[in-house]
Each structure stands twice: as C-alpha cells, then as structure tokens.
C-alpha cells in the first residue's frame, strides 16, 4: 500500500497569511494526487485534483503543485472561511489513501 | 443538482451486520465509479471499498470477506453490506463518486451516516 504523510500536522495561521502544506507518497504516483478541505461536521471537498488542477468553483487563492513523491498545497491569503482541515490522498492505486490531514487554526 | 445521500447506520452488536445505502440524484450514475469512505469520530479519513462503471470491486485489505460493495444503476444506488463488524468500524460513513477525470479523487460527497459497533 502507499503511505501519504503530511506536514505540519497543524498550523496556527492569521487572515491574509500564505500557508503552504506539504504532502509525501512513499513511491512515485505521478500526478496522482487529491487535495481536500474538511470543516467540522461536514463532509470532505474536493480543491484540487491531479497534483494541480483546481475544482470548479475553488478559488484561485488555493494551488497545488508536485509529482512523483512529493507535493504542496499552497493558500496564498488565507481567508476566514479556510480555517480547516486539509488531506492529501494517492489515486494511483488501489487501495486509495489519505494523509493524516493538517488542521489550520486561527493565531 | 448533483447529490448523494447515505442512510442504514446505526447502533449494532459486534459479529452484527448493517445494510448501508447510498441514493445518487443529478447525473448519471451508471458511468461513474463509487466509493465508501470512512472517518472515525475525531480522526483521519480512510478509503474502504470501491466499485467501478464496469463492477470491478475493490475493498480495504482489513474489511475483505467482511464487507461487499455493490451497485444499482437502475434505481441510482449503491450499497454496503457489513457483516463481523467490530469495534474498529465505528465511523462515519461517506458515500462519494469517482472523479469523472479519471485520475483516482472524489469529486462528489454525501453528508455521511454513523455506524456504531458496541455491545
């Protein structure tokens, strides 16, 4: 099975701050790879698809970017409503995994 | 719109099954991939069967034998069967569509239904 492994495993952040998340699979999954926003209570969104693309309807502040084994989820100023918890997840193979999730919390 | 909803959860003994379902509105359902994915109360996410356009079934190697994965594209549903359950299945079950770009994500989620394995 791939390992996902995220850091940090929480990050205190402000409004307006750049907040960049890493993500490491443990072999190569090309661009295989899923980025997700959790607020409490509610189920997982999907941000960014193949290492870089963005959902429709994601903003633009939120990018991605890697391939192979190592990749970043980037927020360029954090707003209000992206206070949450962020996962990785491999879609090379079977089974799919997920990192451990980083949560961003209010400084 | 597009959506999913889960129902069957509940409380059940461990060695008892529950019946999961998952209905789909909004397109169309035969020509995407479906999966289960669960999420113990405060924890991680954690993948644990999927099936494809075609029916190829995968499971999480700890739910093989346990657990069965299966499809209607007649009525837009999609079911898990559980039975042995144990402890260690007590989560929050998600319902969520393959991505339509192929490439391995879930694009599409339901709001989840609890299922809760104690004695």
């Known amino acids: 099975d791939i390992q996902m492994t995220q850091s940090p495993s929480s990050v205190s952040a402000s409004v307006g701050d750049r907040v960049i998340i890493t993500c490491r699979a443990s072999?190569?999954?090309?661009?295989?790879l899923a980025w997700y926003q959790q607020k409490p209570g509610k189920a997982p969104n999907l941000l960014i698809y193949a290492a870089s693309t963005l959902q429709s309807g994601v903003p633009s502040r939120f990018s991605g970017s890697g391939s192979g084994t190592d990749f970043t989820l980037t927020i360029s100023s954090l707003q209000p409503e992206d206070f949450a918890t962020y996962y990785c997840q491999q879609g090379n193979s079977f089974p799919r995994t997920f990192g451990p999730g980083t949560k961003v919390d209010i400084k | 719109e597009v959506q999913l909803e889960e129902s069957g959860g509940g409380l059940v003994q461990p060695g008892g099954s529950l019946r999961l379902s998952c209905a789909a509105t909004?397109?169309?359902?035969?020509?995407?991939?479906m999966h289960w994915v669960r999420q113990p109360t405060g924890k991680g996410l954690e993948w644990v069967s999927g099936i494809g356009s075609a029916g190829d079934k995968y499971y999480l190697d700890s739910v093989k034998g346990r657990f069965t994965i299966s499809r209607e594209n007649g009525s837009n549903s999609l079911f898990l069967r559980m039975k042995s359950l144990r402890a260690g299945d007590t989560a929050v079950y998600y319902c969520a569509r393959g991505d339509p770009y192929g490439l391995g994500g879930f694009d599409i989620w339901g709001q989840g239904t609890m299922v809760s394995v104690s004695s």
């Open positions: 072999q190569a999954i090309g661009s295989w």
């Open positions: 909004g397109f169309i359902f035969g020509n995407h991939d």
